[in-house]
């Protein structure tokens, strides 16, 4: 069982995400859910704020790139710290880039 979540950075954005997202079908059975939801068929897509002090082993990171400076930074701070083993961030080349090389 990998545990699997995608967190959305963007409040504003979060239900044309999640709607997004919720269109498309997962592999193998697994299914879209939040934190009040997950189980081991499931993939927990949630806000950062939500996720606040919960882990998983694959964390998708979504939603930075229209982010104010100050939200960015928190929702950097606590997007990544909640990946175990991998994370991927999501969006455009300049600000995947500008996460990478911290400015």
């Not at 606040?52 to 998708?60: A, H, P």
């Not at 100050?70 to 950097?76: F, H, I, N, P, R």
């Amino acid at each position: 069982y990998v545990s699997i979540a995608v967190l959305i950075a963007d409040r504003k954005k979060r239900k044309a995400y999640e709607t997004a997202l919720a269109r498309l079908a997962l592999p193998s059975g697994l299914k879209w859910g939040n934190v009040d939801s997950s189980s081991s068929n499931t993939v927990t897509l949630e806000s950062v704020a939500r996720y606040k002090g919960l882990e998983s082993q694959v964390i998708i990171l979504w939603g930075l790139d229209h982010l104010l400076s100050e939200d960015k930074s928190k929702s950097l701070y606590i997007g990544i710290s909640r990946a175990k083993s991998i994370l991927a961030i999501c969006g455009q080349e300049e600000t995947c880039t500008s996460v990478l090389i911290g400015t």
